[in-house]
């Protein structure tokens, strides 16, 4: 098994990232505790990141990818299918974070603008490479289409599960662990299983995934599980890359949380 790559850049606690109350108005009923959330049927087949930091790239990839989806099944999409490119969203978040050429990772933040101001990129037009960092993406690469609606959560797992009612991937900024129960272990890279880190773990790096769903019943007492979807190669094989994070890891250590709401 080859070293992961992380690639995502935590927003700074002198930097407010902490979300916002995603129903503020408190008009809608909040979401039965005992309900199962389940998006896992919208998320798209796991791509690998390779040697590259582009983590961010590939969860707004993901997340974009199962809005198409979503917008296709309610007849709401207009104009052809595609593959978001994850290499030219990561590449387009380094020239706006001005560290184009340095793989060094982004935030959630800028990885969202960038879908919400420059659009969606078509992956046909720019394949995924591993040196997708030094260049920016040619003006020909971005289609007219954008992510319309993204919320920052805060960390509150009724918020969390709200948003996934509603239909919105989240992404997330995660620290990652050594030893047995992180990310990168034997047993993670199995079974997909990520489990809260012990006091003897030490932090390893920062990553950027994205969350389908919820099992209020699953695992023990953490807030029930959280399915994850990867971007590592060899990465929970059996099920596609796509795998469980206690959402207490999520809710209590994540940086940060969007909601992707609608793509258009």
């Known amino acids: 098994m080859n070293r992961p790559h992380y690639g995502y850049t935590p927003r700074p606690a002198s930097d407010p990232h902490m979300g916002v109350a995603y129903r503020a108005s408190g008009s809608t009923p909040p979401v039965s505790p005992g309900t199962v959330l389940d998006l896992r049927p919208l998320a798209p087949p796991m791509r690998d990141q390779s040697t590259q930091g582009a983590c961010t790239g590939f969860a707004g990839r993901n997340a974009v990818r199962g809005l198409m989806e979503a917008a296709k099944r309610d007849g709401l999409w207009r104009g052809e299918d595609f593959d978001p490119a ?49 260049r920016r993406p040619r003006v020909d690469v971005w289609t007219e289409h954008m992510l319309i609606n993204r919320t920052p959560l805060r960390h509150d797992l009724d918020d969390l599960r709200a948003a996934l009612a509603d239909g919105c991937p989240v992404a997330v900024g995660i620290p990652c662990y050594t030893g047995e129960r992180g990310i990168a272990s034997g047993r993670a890279y199995e079974y997909g299983a990520i489990e809260m880190p012990s006091t003897a773990d030490d932090l390893d790096g920062w990553h950027a995934v994205t969350i389908w769903g919820h099992d209020p019943h699953a695992g023990d007492d953490e807030g029930g599980l959280l399915w ?37």
């Open 86 to 134: 994850p290499g030219a969203i990561y590449a387009e978040s380094l020239y706006l974070d001005g560290a184009l050429g340095r793989d060094q990772g982004t935030t959630l933040a800028r990885m969202a603008e960038v879908l919400s101001t420059r659009g969606i990129p078509r992956e046909d037009r720019a394949p995924y490479d591993v040196h997708a960092y030094q």
């Open 228 to 264: 994850v979807l990867q971007s590592w190669d060899g990465w929970a094989p059996r099920t596609g890359g796509m795998g469980t994070i206690p959402a207490k890891y999520v809710v209590q250590l994540a940086n940060e949380l969007i909601a992707f709401g609608a793509v258009r």
